[in-house]
């Protein structure tokens, strides 16, 4: 319990800090254990050079520490992860009561009831009633339990994805996900049920096979793209007429990080399948597609071996972080604070978005980040911008140390 208070009370006189460098960045130990991590882990996942990466140590809020003591100020949450600030006291004790009780539980066999307590909140902030929960712990697994309830649903294997999409690394998830970058490598390993179409376009006549159109109401990873205001109702039309199951990929948009619980609600469209990630639980990893029941309940009756699941799905750590991040959002009303800091943003930069999910367009993005990173800024590329995706408590105090400090390089 004490422990808990220490945790609360540190929390709280740190969320309003600015960058406070001491060393050469990244300094010397960071650079020591990036030459470590290069012997042991697969060289293709953690980028090395120079001037790239800090490792870090702690986070609280919007700021990171890292191992050589270096205070950052972090406009990316982490992938757009830590919407509720990094070290959120609630989520942190949500977690130490619940790993003193139990850690892991039987998903699909004998499950802990924080499972079906979620399950109900996921449902009361989608679809209000009529929906049901398929649990994963990553977004891409989100996406290929939603994949997998459409085929089931129409029994047709096509799907309509678009230009620019990011779904995921997986198998399925690659089909769907559009960069070469990713694709290239697996090509001949990838499922071909792909129709690949102009994002903001609603697309033409589908092919026969089509059961399915998954979509990102707004993009992030191909630059924070807003498709124009007719795409996402269009699609919805669409879908009724064809017959197709909607799949929103709200991973990235979902969770107060575009000024609203859910992006499609700028649209006041509701798909039938939405995927769900990152912000979800406070950091920890937990995702789940939440979906209409009438296209949900074609899955069958579980006969004692589900045709879909996973040794972690539902954990009960993950569902008491996420309860406990969803408590927040409410409590701190983080979709209007996102709202109202994403148009203090937008009066100042030239960005684009909705929310705190921005891009800004530059030259070069990937400099940019170089730059920021020596002024104590984390920042990441998207696409052709830089995003701007802090944790949604960021201050305006630090909001505009960043704001100056962008302006100044961009000038
Ligand atoms: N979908 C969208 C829109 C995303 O932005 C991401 C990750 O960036 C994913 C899916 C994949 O999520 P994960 O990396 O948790 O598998």
New binding site residues.
């Given amino acids: 319990m004490a422990q808990t208070h220490l945790g609360l009370n540190r929390a709280r006189r740190v969320t309003s800090l600015l960058p406070l460098l001491r060393t050469a960045i990244p300094g010397p130990r960071s650079r020591a254990l990036a030459r470590q991590l290069r012997r042991y882990e697969s060289r293709n996942i953690t980028f090395i050079s120079e001037h790239w990466p800090i490792f870090w140590e702690r986070a609280a809020g919007a700021n990171v520490w890292d191992v050589d003591g270096n205070r950052y100020l972090d406009l990316t949450a982490a992938?757009?992860v830590a919407s509720v600030g990094h070290g959120n006291p609630h989520v942190i004790a949500a977690l130490r009561q619940q790993a003193g009780k139990l850690i892991h539980a039987m998903g699909d066999v004998h499950p802990n009831r924080l499972k079906l307590q979620l399950a109900r909140e996921l449902v009361a902030l989608t679809y209000r009633r009529n929906a049901r929960v398929i649990f994963a712990?990553?977004?891409?697994?989100?996406?290929e339990a939603a994949l997998k309830t459409a085929a089931i649903h129409t029994g047709r294997p096509g799907v309509i994805a678009f230009t620019g999409?990011?779904?995921?690394?997986?198998y399925g998830?690659l089909a769907a996900?559009a960069r070469n970058h990713f694709r290239q490598p697996f090509a001949k390993q990838l499922g071909r049920f792909i129709t690949r179409c102009r994002y903001g376009v609603v697309p033409g006549k589908p092919p026969k096979n089509c059961g399915a159109v998954i979509v990102?109401p707004i993009?992030?990873?191909a630059g924070i793209i807003v498709p124009p205001d007719d795409f996402l109702t269009g699609l919805r039309r669409y879908c009724d007429r064809y017959g197709l199951v909607l799949i929103f990929?709200?991973?990235?948009?979902g969770f107060c990080r575009t000024g609203q619980w859910f992006a499609s609600e700028h649209w006041g469209v509701m798909p039938d399948l939405i995927?769900i990630?990152?912000g979800m639980a406070g950091g920890f990893?937990m995702?789940a597609c939440v979906g209409h029941s009438p296209v949900m309940d074609s899955w069958p009756e579980s006969d004692g071996e589900a045709i879909h699941t996973s040794t972690f799905l539902g954990n009960p750590l993950g569902c008491a972080a996420a309860l406990a991040a969803i408590g927040e959002m409410k409590r701190l009303k983080l979709a209007d604070r996102a709202r109202q800091l994403g148009e203090y943003i937008q009066a100042r930069l030239p960005v684009r978005g909705k929310g705190l999910m921005l891009g800004l367009p530059v030259a070069n993005p990937a400099k940019l980040c170089e730059q920021l990173l020596q002024r104590g800024i984390l920042a990441l590329p998207e696409g052709d911008v830089i995003g701007l995706t802090p944790p949604l408590t960021i201050t305006r105090r630090q909001l505009d140390f960043a704001i100056g400090n962008i302006a100044k390089l961009c000038r």
């Fill in positions: 992938f757009g712990n990553t977004g891409a697994e989100a996406v999409a990011y779904h995921g690394l997986t998830a996900t990102e993009q992030g990873r990929d709200e991973i990235y948009t995927c990630g990152k990893p995702a």
